[in-house]
């Protein structure tokens, strides 16, 4: 089935700087990657998604790419602010039915 | 629209008792599915459902049983807590696949689940 990683783990930025998160997903027949935005006690917020017939997506501040050759899909923070402090879940699809393989999770901090 | 329900927010249980996590949706998405999330592991796939009177199992399915009788509801049945069972518990909906692929999936606030 589809395996996806997240790198790094936990991620530390000064406000204002920029957050980039990086997935690598296994199945090349996926074709969607969501990122969720998990803030602390609360379920994941779809903040972000691509699908495989686009290279690139952006809404306001955050930013997704996508290199379906390499395998790897990338979350862009820019002008971060603490609001934006949280875990970040990728997740490509996999497994047909619907399914969605998450990574591990990654925990940023922006420091004031 | 409410979104994704689930309830109880809290619970503490015995070892070897039962209980049912409910978990409602008012989106008449078909999609439905349960996830436990640990520290360090993320969220593992413990059953799901592409509709009414479908179920199938994830990677870790095991001391956990569901129905679907509805296209809204989707509980989750734990037969015998054990104390690895403790977890925090999120139910997820979606729109099924269309044949334009698969659609974000919609969390509920999550169920956190001790077991003694």
């Known amino acids: 089935g589809e395996n996806v990683e997240q790198h790094p783990s936990t991620l530390s930025v000064q406000e204002g700087d920029s957050a980039v998160i990086k997935c690598t997903y296994s199945?090349?027949?996926?074709?969607?990657f969501p990122w969720y935005k998990q803030e602390l006690g609360k379920g994941p917020q779809l903040i972000i998604d691509i699908r495989s017939n686009v290279g690139e997506k952006k809404d306001q501040r955050i930013a997704v790419t996508l290199n379906k050759t390499a395998k790897h899909f990338s979350l862009h923070i820019t002008e971060t602010q603490p609001e934006d402090s949280a875990v970040y879940f990728c997740a490509a699809s996999g497994g047909g039915n619907n399914r969605l393989a998450f990574g591990k999770g990654n925990q940023v901090v922006v420091i004031p | 629209n409410a979104g994704v329900t689930q309830t109880p927010k809290f619970q503490v249980l015995k070892t070897g008792q039962s209980m049912t996590l409910q978990c409602a949706q008012d989106?008449?998405?078909?999609?439905m599915s349960w996830y436990r999330q640990d520290p360090g592991m993320g969220l593992r796939l413990i059953h799901y459902?592409?509709?009414?009177?479908?179920?199938d199992q994830g990677e870790v399915p095991n001391g956990y049983n569901v129905s679907r009788s509805t296209t809204e509801d989707f509980p989750l049945r734990l037969l015998s807590a054990a104390p690895s069972q403790t977890s925090v518990y999120f139910c997820a909906s979606s729109p099924t696949h269309s044949g334009t692929g698969v659609y974000g999936y919609t969390f509920g606030s999550g169920t956190r689940l001790t077991v003694v």
């Open positions: 989106m008449n998405h078909e999609y």
């Open positions: 459902s592409v509709g009414a009177g479908i179920t």
């Open positions: 199945d090349s027949a996926s074709n969607y």
